[in-house]
């Protein structure tokens, strides 16, 4: 636990006592509430799932978001029986409630991917360049059960959840896990949220890739470095960026935030509610 002490020049009785006050109550506050700061996904957070070399799906899938991939152009696209839309920007499947995008299609699709996948890896070498964690190596890389308050969590070793973990903290607090080898979260694991917890605000970060068992629930942004194996059951509430690609199967996802695209569509749906209530009400 860490307390940060602050200096003045002048001490009186009055103040020595403030300070006193103010150290215990410091020590209180886990250093990991206080000190650790959000992961700057940039554009990629425009993205439910990105990645470099591909998405794959096989079975009922059903994306709620915005995907993309680069450089590998839409042959890295499978399983979604896309079809391009008339501008030639992005693409539509029936598997997707959002629009994919690809690095050949029509400008300004190529130079947003560039960025995003720029952005992408920028957050990954924060994530993974966040230095003094809070706890190193938590219960030996098996975790069942633990709740974690914010901060930052380091991992040498392979991490598995082998049954249910919980994020425990208000809706500013920020986690950060760093996982020198693969993340598994197996079957039918589970990641919970409370005290006003948002998945957005948990940044997982592995170097060796990440497996997601059948029928677990994934919360989270997660960053890797190389694949990312979405079981068949799988639910993820976040979002998913690899380095390399990722293959779902028969997958429920659901992007954090609600994507640009998809803030459009509700807003013209809702002017279009306001307007015809609007013209019933003239007409009553």
Same mark, same amino acid.
């Given at each position: 636990m860490k307390t940060i002490y602050t200096h003045t020049h002048t001490y009186t009785r009055h103040s020595i006592a403030a300070l006193s006050l103010s150290i215990f109550c410091l020590a209180l506050v886990p250093s990991g509430s206080e000190a650790v700061t959000s992961?700057?996904?940039? &554009?990629?957070?425009n993205y439910a799932l990105l990645s470099k070399a591909g998405i794959s799906t096989t079975g009922g899938t059903n994306i709620v978001g915005d995907i993309g991939v680069s450089p590998i152009s839409s042959i890295g696209l499978t399983?979604?029986?896309? &079809?391009?839309?008339?501008?030639?920007?992005?693409? %539509?499947? @029936?598997?997707?409630?959002g629009q994919l995008f690809a690095s050949k299609y029509t400008a300004p699709t190529p130079a947003t991917l560039t960025t995003a996948i720029s952005d992408? /890896?920028?957050?990954?070498?924060d994530a993974a360049g966040r230095s003094g964690p809070d706890s190193l190596n938590l219960s030996g890389g098996i975790l069942n059960g633990e709740?974690? =308050?914010?901060?930052?969590?380091? #991992?040498? $070793?392979?991490? $598995?959840? %082998?049954?249910? +973990? %919980?994020?425990?903290?208000?809706?500013?607090?920020? #986690?950060?896990? *760093?996982?020198?080898r693969r993340l598994n979260l197996a079957n039918d694991a589970? +990641? &919970?949220?409370?005290?006003? =917890? *948002?998945?957005?605000?948990?940044? #997982?970060? &592995?170097? /060796?890739?990440? %497996?997601?068992?059948?029928?677990s629930h994934?919360?989270?942004?997660?960053?890797?470095?190389?694949? +990312?194996?979405? *079981?068949?059951?799988?639910?993820?509430?976040?979002?998913?960026?690899s380095q390399?690609?990722?293959?779902?199967?028969?997958?429920?996802?659901?992007?954090? !935030? /609600? !994507?640009?695209?998809? =803030?459009?569509? @509700?807003?013209?749906?809702?002017a279009l509610f306001v307007g015809a209530r609007r013209r019933l009400t003239v007409r009553s």
């Open positions: 992961v700057n996904l940039g &554009t990629a957070g399983g979604f029986g896309q &079809t391009l839309d008339a501008s030639g920007v992005f693409s %539509t499947s @029936t598997y997707v409630t992408m /890896e920028a957050a990954y070498t709740t974690f =308050a914010a901060g930052v969590y380091k #991992w040498t $070793t392979a991490l $598995t959840i %082998t049954d249910s +973990i %919980t994020f425990d903290g208000d809706s500013s607090a920020i #986690w950060v896990l *760093q996982v020198d589970n +990641i &919970t949220l409370a005290g006003g =917890a *948002q998945a957005k605000n948990i940044f #997982w970060q &592995t170097a /060796e890739g990440a %497996t997601l068992g059948t029928d994934f919360k989270g942004m997660l960053l890797t470095a190389t694949d +990312i194996a979405v *079981q068949n059951g799988a639910s993820v509430h976040g979002g998913l960026y390399t690609a990722i293959a779902l199967d028969g997958n429920a996802i659901t992007a954090v !935030p /609600e !994507p640009s695209s998809l =803030a459009l569509l @509700t807003g013209g749906m809702v």
